[in-house]
């Protein structure tokens, strides 16, 4: 994420300040309350509760320079987390993808002097490999893409002063030569799920913050269930 010198002169300074107060009471009362449970259920011979797994996810907000529309003011606002084996696709996944994802999407695009377009979608998909995602999200709301349309995005969280970076399905072609309407026009194939490219466009205000975690084992199915043909 975009971070400037008083940014980082500030965080620090906070950040001495609370090593320097140390942990509140409460704080620390409940960790030690924590450590004196696991001890309990070491001597008893019992493992100490393992912590939830994090899941995946993008969180943020961000002004984008695009190069096709330079002038224009185009932002993204993104909150997604993993939440695998939630969307049943029943035969081949009954209990759903390991990409399985819930959250918000929302973009507003305000050409120089223009009317702004906007869509709000939710997501259904997302995966993460280090600084980077890949979501995606369906329409629920705009004034120019139909309620049902989805939406491809990626992000990548910028590193070592690098900014952060974004794409989006429809600002680079996604065409099928052959697929054409009664005019020879090209159509546009649909996007599936956590299907994006790669993020060409340049965050030049806010930023975005990408959780990695592995993707999990799909659950043992049947082989009919998983056969490919």
Not at 72 to 99: C, M, W
Not at 173 to 200: H, K, R, W, Y
């Amino acid at each position: 994420m975009r971070n400037t010198a008083i940014g980082v002169t500030a965080a620090v300074a906070v950040l001495a300040g609370l090593v320097a107060a140390g942990p509140a009471p409460a704080a620390a009362s409940a960790a030690s309350a924590s450590a004196a449970s696991d001890a309990s259920a070491a001597s008893a011979g019992k493992k100490p509760a393992k912590k939830p797994a994090k899941n995946a996810s993008v969180h943020g907000a961000a002004r984008i320079s695009y190069i096709e529309s330079i002038n224009d003011d185009i932002r993204f606002t993104i909150h997604a987390e993993q939440t695998p084996f939630t969307r049943p696709l029943p035969p081949k996944a009954p209990d759903g993808l390991s990409t399985d994802a819930r959250g918000t999407l929302k973009f507003s695009h305000t050409p120089s002097g223009g009317a702004a377009g906007w869509a709000e979608a939710r997501v259904d998909c997302l995966v993460t490999s280090g600084r980077t995602a890949t979501l995606t999200a369906v329409v629920t709301k705009s004034n120019v893409n139909e309620a049902g349309t989805r939406l491809g995005i990626s992000v990548q969280q910028g590193g070592k002063g690098e900014p952060d970076r974004l794409g989006f399905s429809w600002g680079v072609a996604n065409v099928d030569p052959g697929n054409v309407d009664e005019n020879g026009q090209l159509i546009s194939p649909p996007v599936g799920t956590c299907m994006a490219p790669a993020p060409f466009t340049t965050v030049i205000k806010g930023g975005f913050k990408v959780v990695h975690a592995e993707i999990i084992k799909s659950p043992e199915q049947p082989e009919a269930a998983i056969r490919r043909d």
